[in-house]
């Protein structure tokens, strides 16, 4: 199907997980974090704002430079579940999810913390005045008023871990079945010089993105609409 080979679909199998179980992840920590950042103004914030853009800037070989001696036997992380009998977390899956994380988190932090600033307080402090608690306002207030903010982070922390390639090859190496995903397979067809191969793939990502795009700026538009 679609010219791709059994090991291209494993990639694409792979590399859907690990994109579904970051995008995951990642709005579980990017909620509370964007809500956290949308309620004030202070140097922490500004710190902390400036902390999670950083992915942003920095070339992915650095993060993932950084990531493979932290998650390494001989990093902190590494060695210490080495002292608990576990092994380190380098060219791991699992060490993919939290570099992965980490790299896409401004992908999912920035929509939220934009959206739950045009939110405001008020329909948070009109809910609690009609007795409802934390939870009840967070699925019946934050979340009806903010599905587009939520929406447009999912879209893009997926798209965004999917393209991955630089912190991917770093933490994870090119490991079939554990680490080998769609960025690294088509590295590997162009190393090899099977261009067709690579083509292939590279069309399947190219569309894959076109399609992202275009559902986050139509996203953007029917909220846009529905506020007028």
């Known amino acids: 199907m679609f010219g ?23 709005l ?21 704002q400036a902390i999670v853009a950083l992915p942003l800037v920095l070339p992915p070989t650095v993060l993932g430079f950084y ?36 790299y896409s988190i401004p992908f999912a932090v920035q929509p939220l913390q934009e959206t739950f600033s045009h939110l405001g307080r008020r329909p948070l402090e009109v809910a609690a005045a009609m007795g409802a608690n934390a939870l009840d306002r967070f699925v019946t207030v ?8 939520f929406a447009i982070a999912a879209t893009l922390a997926f798209a965004h871990t999917i393209g991955e390639f630089g912190v991917i090859l770093m933490v994870g190496g090119n490991i ?6 769609l960025s690294t397979v088509i590295y590997d067809y162009a190393e090899s010089m099977n261009y ?4 292939r793939l ?3 990502l190219l569309v894959f993105a076109f399609a992202v ?16």
Do not use: Q
Request: proline share 3%; aromatic share 10%; net charge neutral.
């Open 176 to 181: 079939p079945g554990e680490t080998h995903v």
């Open 28 to 48: 579980i920590i990017a909620t509370p974090l964007a809500w956290w950042l949308a309620s004030g103004k202070s140097m922490w914030r500004i710190a902390v």
């Open 4 to 26: 791709l080979s059994h090991e291209d679909w494993g990639a694409v199998l792979l590399t859907l997980e690990l994109a579904g179980l970051t995008t995951l992840i990642l």
């Open 67 to 102: 990531m493979l001696i932290l998650l390494g036997p001989n990093g902190y992380v590494g060695s210490t579940l080495e002292s608990w009998g576990l092994t380190h977390l380098a060219f791991t899956f699992e060490g993919l999810v939290i570099s992965s994380v980490l």
């Open 213 to 228: 795009l275009f559902t986050v700026f139509a996203v953007n538009r029917r909220f846009e609409a529905v506020k007028l």
């Open 196 to 199: 067709a191969a690579a083509h």
């Open 202 to 204: 590279s069309l399947l």
């Open 142 to 149: 934050i979340l009806p008023l903010c599905k587009g903010g």
